[in-house]
T-cell receptor
Framework: NAGVMQNPRHLVRRRGQEARLRCSPM?????VYWYRQLPEEGLKFMVY????????ESGMPKERFSAEFPKEGPSILRIQQVVRGDSAAYFC???????????????FGSGTQLSVL | DAKTTQPNSMESNEEEPVHLPCNHS???????IHWYRQLPSQGPEYVIH???SNVNNRMASLAIAEDRKSSTLILHRATLRDAAVYYC??????????????FGQGTILTVHP
């Protein structure tokens, strides 16, 4: 049973380009969460999605960032017109049911390291 | 406030027990304590969680103080693979937290051969 799969593992973009980060949740999981870890900082929640719905995007920057989780295919975190400050590790997590309750745990992928030149 | 307080770093020798403390003095009656760890260049990994009683699983034990204002994650025999950042997280059992885990700075555990 494969875990949470993220790709690419490393992504290099020049300022102004678009970055697309993909996340395939664990089999049977329909809840996806995106987190960002800036250099020397802790992980910060960005967005929570269920299939075809954004449930909570309170941690997402208001501009240039968007996320989707279509009926078919992986969840996508999209960053338009990237800037150097977007350089970070982006982690995706999934859970079988949501919201996370006492017995629920998140399964994280290995992350995508985004570097903006 | 979902804040917890942990030491910035701890060191251990291989095959010795490790006790990682966490203070959560403002914890509410419905908050669970979850522990995750993050190995270098990896995403976080669930370790254990509990409410009031001590908990054991194959990875670790969790000892929760009687007043619930603190807890301790216990690794019974540290291995080099246990070197990671360990995060202590409060999670409300009411279900409103979604997957919004609040990660602090955690404790960097170094394990010496």
């Amino acid at each position: 049973n494969a875990g949470v799969m993220q790709n690419p593992r490393h992504l290099v973009r020049r300022r102004g380009q678009e970055a697309r980060l993909r996340c395939s949740p664990m089999k049977g999981h329909s809840h996806v969460y995106w987190y960002r870890q800036l250099p020397e900082e802790g992980l910060k929640f960005m967005v929570y999605l269920q299939k075809e719905n954004i449930i909570d995007e309170s941690g997402m920057p208001k501009e240039r960032f968007s996320a989707e989780f279509p009926k078919e295919g992986p969840s996508i975190l999209r960053i338009q017109q990237v800037v150097r400050g977007d350089s970070a590790a982006y982690f995706c997590a999934s859970s079988q049911t949501g919201p996370v309750t006492t017995n629920e745990k998140l399964f994280f992928g290995s992350g995508t390291q985004l570097s903006v030149l | 406030d979902a804040k917890t307080t942990q030491p910035n770093s701890m060191e251990s020798n291989e095959e010795e027990p490790v006790h990682l403390p966490c203070n959560h003095s403002t914890i509410s009656g419905t908050d669970y304590i979850h522990w995750y760890r993050q190995l270098p260049s990896q995403g976080p990994e669930y370790v254990i969680h509990g409410l009031t009683s001590n908990v054991n699983n194959r990875m670790a034990s969790l000892a929760i103080a009687e007043d619930r204002k603190s807890s301790t994650l216990i690794l019974h025999r540290a291995t080099l693979r246990d070197a990671a950042v360990y995060y202590c997280i409060r999670l409300n059992a009411g279900g409103t937290s979604y997957g919004k885990l609040t990660f602090g700075q955690g404790t960097i555990l170094t394990v010496h051969p």
